[in-house]
């Protein structure tokens, strides 16, 4: 490894950082989306108004974070991208779709309501044909999908199969993503989304039934994300060595896995106890926990075998931009975004002063 | 089809898909500022409600047009890996700096729509002209990406590693000019496309307060904008004129180099044979209007190497599409104009309605006109001299089944959003003959009492 990080270790150390930042937030968007279609029992109205209410004001800047690991991947790592969209380009079209469908259903249902509503408070007749269950399902569905594919694509990225030889993806476009390991982060990533969405979604309400039921749900989930992560340790080991001896054969990689675990475990425990507030902090921990270890696996891989952080390095005139942008991004946008969550998150950021 | 073929179309399919609602998004917030400062300053509830209104309608518009964005710049790679190889470090700031400003308006559209009972009213309005302006922002950014492509400095391939210089790339000549150019078609865009809207409601009911209101912004936001358009149309197609001899060449079909060249009014132009059957020729014509001099040599097609001609036919008739519908444009933007001055209604005669009406579509298909001449005529580069496109596409098989699926899932859109759209004016018809019928009650009574 190279001693000290030189400006392409520090643009990729911002995308990871970015894509933290989707996970923690979006992540949990999408997992509103897994909780909508598995709303029941007799406060399944309820719940859904408090999904869509928790959403609607911060999805799409939640969103932007994707675009800002896109764009930084294809501006400072240009092979990375065009050997892994080559790749990659089925489960990625169908994120595509996913993502699509996600953002235009929730909107559409947002809007078909509010006429709803409308209708009914002018004393209008009964609920007309309108777009209605369709869109639920559309919105459900993709919020289960679009999770899946992202860990399908990050996790082939993990494995040796894709392959890159003089300018040619040499994998094929089938078969690497079309494996157990893959598609165990694949589920992974959809048992991590919607377990920080109900751990989330416990202080977007104040009524305890509410509560209790997005806590059973965390636990579900939890479990969920504890037994895939085993499966995904033990199929890693195999399907992609490298960045599983990185992360478990060094001491810096074993402390990121024994952190995670530990505040897995106590999330766990806390959100069993209902003590909402650290469990929501035990849970982000074991995200960044899962996407450090997750990175620092990777290192210097890009494309596991195939595109490495320096080889696929833009110009230091390109880099230095970037980084420049993004700082100032960062001055302007740090402050908006943090302006976004205090009018709309207030209560739930800081439950003790509502 | 051919790989290289559904590559193509499948782009063309979905920039046409999301300029429309990125036209919208950029547009439709100075609609929804305006309404709402009106609000403001003369306290006439029914600015509130106009503003409340637009602001349902682009919360639906503004999530199409950033998930059709996003799959954009996804694409880029899936369609076009070996493109963005080579650009992405040399265009990859504006595109940074695009996402800074797409992320401002994800924020502050977030703010202002949810935000009404939570902010300031101050504070509420301040956050749509960020909205408003960080839309335009976006548009300069990526129009910055768009003028590279068709102007490339700052880049120099070369044996090895090109040499790049992002800043000149970002400053390419056709930048400004291209975006003042899109930002006006996306104003007019908004503003026509909303007129249409009204006017549709106005011919039912012509008293209607709301839609009145809605009607004299939107026609006074494109009417300015209509009236600016053939300036920054001049000074795109002279700089065309300087940079892309064969797309000037193609939008005008103009064959044969010489002085004193002619201008073609519509027509057919035929690549084989080099004619153009049916135009009205203007003699001196594209002379005059490129170097305002009627002796100026205008290179023609037949000193550009055949297989570096862009599809003449295609070119030139979006252009002269583009052009007609802005002349058009151009005269009801004088009339309404005339009319919003002087103080009249816009909704007399009738058949000006329905001139409105005709006029919101019609302004859509020159925007997309426009973008046929602009990428369309680039080809067949997709890096001008330098990048055919197509040793740009992926050599992934099959690409037909992910154009047909994205053309079903637009048009899925496309129907879905006017439906909605439509249901959405009827719900406000609704609130709105409420607030009439409660407003007609008192004076009644009063008037009874008296």
Redesign the interface.
């Known amino acids: 490894m190279a001693g000290a990080p030189g400006l392409p270790e520090i643009v990729a150390g911002v995308i990871l950082l970015a894509l933290m930042v989707y996970v923690l937030l979006a992540g949990a968007d999408f997992g509103g989306g897994v909780w909508d279609l598995f709303a029941g029992g007799p406060r399944r109205k309820r719940q859904r108004d408090v999904i869509a209410h928790a959403i609607g004001p911060v999805w799409e800047a939640n969103h932007v974070w994707m675009i800002v690991a896109v764009v930084l991947l294809f501006t400072a790592f240009p092979r990375a991208f065009s050997v892994i969209m080559t790749a990659l380009h089925v489960p990625v079209t169908v994120m595509l779709v996913g993502i699509v469908l996600r953002g235009s259903s929730f909107v559409v249902r947002k809007l078909d309501e509010e006429i709803e509503e409308e209708r009914v408070s002018l004393g209008g007749p009964g609920p007309e044909s309108g777009p209605g269950p369709g869109w639920q399902i559309t919105f459900a569905v993709s919020s289960l999908v679009t999770p899946v594919m992202l860990g399908v694509i990050l996790g082939t990225l993990s494995t040796p199969a894709i392959g890159y030889e003089d300018g040619v993806v040499t994998g094929g476009f089938l078969r690497p993503w079309l494996q157990p390991f893959p598609w165990t982060v694949g589920f992974l990533t959809l048992a991590l989304f919607a377990w920080l969405a109900a751990i989330y979604l416990t202080l977007e309400t104040r009524d305890p039934e509410l509560r209790d039921d997005f806590r059973r749900r965390g636990l579900g989930s939890g479990a969920a994300v504890g037994l895939l992560g085993g499966l995904a340790a033990v199929l890693g080991r195999g399907a992609a060595p490298e960045v599983s001896g990185h992360l478990l054969g060094t001491l810096a990689g074993q402390a990121m896995v024994v952190v995670g675990l530990l505040s897995w475990i106590g999330a766990m425990v806390l959100l069993a106890r209902r003590h909402w507030v650290l469990a929501r902090l035990a849970a982000g921990s074991t995200t960044l926990a899962l996407l450090a270890g997750w990175g620092f696996g990777m290192y210097p891989w890009l494309v596991a075998g195939a595109v490495s952080i320096p080889e696929a390095a833009a110009p230091d005139v390109t880099l230095r931009l970037v980084l420049a942008i993004l700082a100032a991004g960062t001055f302007l946008l740090v402050p908006a975004f943090a302006y976004l969550y205090w009018v709309f998150k207030k209560q739930v950021l800081f439950p003790g002063r509502g | 089809m051919s790989d290289l073929l559904a590559a193509r179309s499948q782009m063309a399919l979905s920039l046409a898909f999301h300029i429309v609602f990125a036209a919208i998004g950029i547009g439709l917030p100075v609609l929804m500022v305006l309404a709402e400062a009106a609000w403001l300053r003369t306290g006439k509830d029914v600015y509130r409600r106009l503003t409340r209104a637009w602001s349902?309608g682009l919360?639906?518009l503004?999530?199409?047009g950033?998930?059709?964005?996003?799959?954009l710049?996804?694409?880029?790679?899936?369609l076009w890996?070996?493109f963005?190889?080579?650009?992405?470090?040399?265009i990859?700031?504006p595109?940074?700096?695009?996402?800074?400003a797409?992320?401002?308006e994800?924020?502050?559209?977030?703010?202002y729509?949810?935000?009404w009972d939570?902010?300031s009213r101050g504070a509420h309005l301040a956050a749509g002209i960020v909205v408003a302006l960080s839309g335009a922002a976006s548009a300069l950014f990526v129009l910055s990406v768009n003028g590279w492509m068709n102007s490339p400095t700052g880049f120099l391939p070369g044996e090895g590693?090109p040499v790049?210089?992002?800043?000149a790339a970002m400053t390419n000549p056709f930048w400004i000019a291209n975006t003042i150019h899109m930002v006006l078609a996306a104003y007019i865009v908004t503003g026509f496309g909303a007129a249409a809207l009204h006017a549709l409601k106005l011919l039912k009911d012509p008293k209607s307060e709301l839609h009145r209101a809605a009607l004299r912004l939107a026609v006074g936001l494109g009417a300015l904008t209509a009236l600016l358009q053939p300036l920054s149309g001049d000074i795109t197609a002279r700089m065309v004129a300087q940079e892309q001899p064969a797309k000037l060449a193609a939008m005008e079909a103009h064959f044969e180099t010489g002085p004193c060249a002619p201008l073609n009014l519509g027509g057919l132009p035929n690549e084989e044979t080099g004619e153009v059957r049916w135009a009205l020729q203007v003699p001196c014509g594209l002379s005059l209007l490129v170097a305002k001099d009627p002796d100026a040599v205008i290179t023609g097609l037949n000193d550009i190497p055949r297989d570096e001609w862009p599809p003449v036919a295609p070119v030139h008739i979006a252009f002269q599409v583009m052009v007609g519908i802005g002349m058009l444009l151009v005269a009801l933007g004088l009339w309404g104009g005339w009319r919003i001055v002087r103080g009249e209604p816009l909704v007399e005669p009738r058949w000006m309605l329905w001139a409105f009406l005709a006029a919101g579509p019609l302004a859509v298909v020159a925007m997309q006109a426009g973008w046929v001449v602009t990428e369309v005529g680039r080809q067949p580069w997709i890096i001008y001299g330098h990048m055919r496109t197509a040793d740009a596409v992926?050599?992934?098989?099959g690409l037909v089944v992910?154009f047909t699926?994205?053309t079903l899932?637009y048009l899925f859109?496309t129907v879905?959003v006017v439906l909605?759209m439509l249901?959405?004016a009827r719900?406000v018809d609704?609130?709105e003959a409420?607030i009439q019928a409660e407003a007609e009650r008192p004076s009644e009574t009063g008037a009874t009492s008296s």
Request: hydrophobic share 55%; no cysteine.
């Open positions: 349902k919360a639906l503004f999530a199409v950033a998930v059709s964005g996003t799959v710049s996804f694409e880029l790679g899936l890996p070996r963005m190889e080579v650009a992405g470090p040399v990859g700031m595109f940074s700096l695009e996402g800074l797409f992320f401002t994800a924020i502050f559209l977030g703010i729509l949810y935000g939570r902010i590693a790049i210089d992002p800043v992926t050599p992934m098989p992910p699926l994205f899932l859109l879905v909605l249901r959405l719900s609704a609130r409420r």
